[in-house]
């Protein structure tokens, strides 16, 4: 993804429902996607990665979906939780994992 | 999991002197770690990548006089800010690839605040 962002979009969820975080990417030579949770002043956590010859992988209360057609990739959270508040990246890699590409990020804000 | 430390969490500098930040990876070798710069409520630039013994590969843009970056040993890499400035203050992360069988898990620090006055 384009790692240029200005503004972090926000996604504003009620508790208790399901969230859906959306991310496209560029470079179709990518193959392998992370998803990572950056909490105010903290580096990023790893939450879920799928390679490029899956569509789909399941967590726990995460879901990434993945398509290479419209090279997008979506992280879905069930039951989102006021600690699941954060901002949320989705990366991709290439060149032999030795190439990470942030997307611009998503700013969730669970609200209780 | 893998635990990646920085230190420090928290730098304030005046403008010209130069910051060290350290990055380790705690509980296991790194032959590779990452430096990454961001500012507020803006994704990750890759700086650049840091190679154990060899130098480090910087992405375009990336002055390599000004960002220093050493990676003496298998668990130690660090970046080195010269003549800060005001505009480099920023949140600077480091990160470390794990290779675990089938998976190629990059562990990130938590991260130095450098604030240059």
């Known amino acids: 993804g384009e790692s240029v962002g200005l503004h972090l979009p926000t996604l504003s969820v009620q508790e208790g429902d399901n969230s859906i975080i959306n991310c496209a990417y560029s470079?179709?030579?990518?193959?392998?996607f992370i998803w990572y949770k950056q909490e105010s002043g903290k580096g990023p956590q790893f939450i879920i990665d799928i390679r490029s010859n899956m569509d789909k992988r399941q967590g726990q209360r995460v879901t990434v979906l993945l398509n290479k057609t419209v090279k997008h990739l979506s992280l879905q959270i069930a039951a989102t939780q006021p600690g699941d508040s954060a901002v949320y990246f989705c990366a991709d890699i290439s060149g032999g994992y030795q190439k990470v590409t942030f997307g611009t990020g998503t700013k969730l804000q669970v609200i209780p | 999991g893998a635990v990646v430390s920085q230190h420090p969490s928290r730098v304030i500098c005046k403008s010209g002197t130069s910051v060290k930040i350290e990055c380790r990876s705690l509980d296991f070798q790194a032959t590779t770690m990452f430096w990454y710069r961001q500012f507020p409520k803006q994704s990750l630039m890759l700086m650049a990548t840091?190679?154990?013994?060899?130098?480090?590969?910087?992405e375009q843009g990336v002055e390599k006089d000004k960002f220093l970056i050493n990676h003496a040993s298998l668990t130690l890499s660090t970046l080195t800010v010269t003549s800060a400035h005001p505009e480099d203050s920023s949140f600077y992360i480091c990160?470390?690839?794990?290779?675990?069988?089938?998976?190629?898990?990059?562990?990130f620090g938590p991260g130095t605040r450098l604030t240059v006055t």
């Open positions: 470079n179709s030579a990518s193959d392998y």
């Open positions: 840091s190679n154990e013994g060899s130098k480090a590969t910087y």
């Open positions: 990160s470390a690839i794990l290779p675990q069988g089938a998976s190629y898990e990059q562990y």
